[in-house]
């Protein structure tokens, strides 16, 4: 199906197993990530997520002067 907002790209949908297997990636990913970080305390998991969190907003910033 065209998008109705942009007339050069097609909007698609995933198939059953399309999201089967996207989902299944998706733990298998935040089940190393959980792994890897099983042992931090719990401050050090805070501030890896607050420092996570500035680096995703400086890059939305860095991207949105890239248009």
């Known amino acids: 199906m ?23 990636s998706m733990r298998t990913l935040l089940g190393w990530f959980g792994g890897a970080l099983a042992d931090r305390s719990e401050e050090d998991r805070r501030e890896l997520g607050r420092l996570l969190g500035r680096l995703v907003d400086d890059l939305v910033r860095h991207l949105t002067t890239l248009d």
């Open 2 to 24: 065209t998008d109705p907002d942009d007339q050069r790209t097609r909007l698609i949908e995933p198939t059953p197993r399309g999201t089967t297997g996207a989902d299944r």
